[in-house]
């Protein structure tokens, strides 16, 4: 190899970032790798970190105007998901900043998350979603504290309690909420799952393993 392509190979840049990517008309936000969970079944703990087509391994946190600029207009989406292999609620005031100018601009809004943010926060932090984001997908994945502690491993103490304790709160405050749980895992009751779903008033869905996005 001569010098010149030694030296062309050691300047070479990565691929840029996936930041924004589009799946069933909704334009996915990935914003974070960091996560309160340590899922079993998530890709990312497997080392893969390809959803359906698209890197989503990120070497740094993108800034607001990056991902701003990655969207581009969001009407031409029917939804802005905040969605990537990492818990876009860690990022808490960057989302909701991005969600405020994407909403002026005329997007709808939804954030899939853990339902961890109030536990993670130390503070209901509900309130400020209000306006903000127009539904909430919450990952349940259990029907009891120990089947998901076993397939989500959480990193905080009393994280099943939790999210649904930020369901109840988030009621107040997001239109539109809808649990959901994966079918396939170990010892998970799907049929229980939407029964507490029922019972906190909300909506509920049953994802497929292997099945991301």
Not at 5 to 17: F, H, K, M, R, S
Not at 29 to 37: G, Q
Not at 165 to 180: S, Y
Request: glycine letters at 8%; proline letters at 4%.
């Amino acid at each position: 190899m001569t010098g010149q392509n030694l030296q062309q190979e050691g300047t070479a840049q990565p691929p840029a970032a996936v930041i924004a990517y589009e799946l069933h008309g909704n334009c996915y936000l990935n914003i974070t790798w960091r996560c309160t969970l340590r899922c079993r079944f998530c890709p990312k703990f497997n080392n893969v970190w390809t959803v359906q087509g698209y890197d989503l391994r990120l070497h740094r946190e993108p800034d607001v105007e990056e991902i701003l600029a990655a969207v581009g207009d969001p009407r031409r989406y029917r939804q802005i998901v905040f969605c990537g292999l990492g818990e876009s609620t860690l990022r808490l005031d960057d989302m909701l900043e991005m969600a405020r100018r994407l909403k002026a601009r005329g997007a709808t809004i939804r954030v899939n998350t853990d339902g961890l943010a109030n536990l993670v926060h130390g503070e209901d932090v509900t309130p400020r979603l209000a306006g903000r984001i127009d539904s909430l997908s919450i990952s349940l994945n259990a029907q009891d504290e120990a089947t998901y502690n076993l397939h989500c491993r959480p990193l905080e103490p009393g994280a099943w309690q939790a999210l649904q304790d930020f369901t109840r709160a988030a009621k107040e405050h997001v239109p539109d909420i809808t649990l959901t749980a994966v079918d396939g895992l170990q010892g998970v009751d799907i049929d229980a799952c939407e029964r507490i779903a029922a019972d906190l008033g909300v909506g509920f869905r049953r994802r497929v393993l292997d099945e991301v996005g």
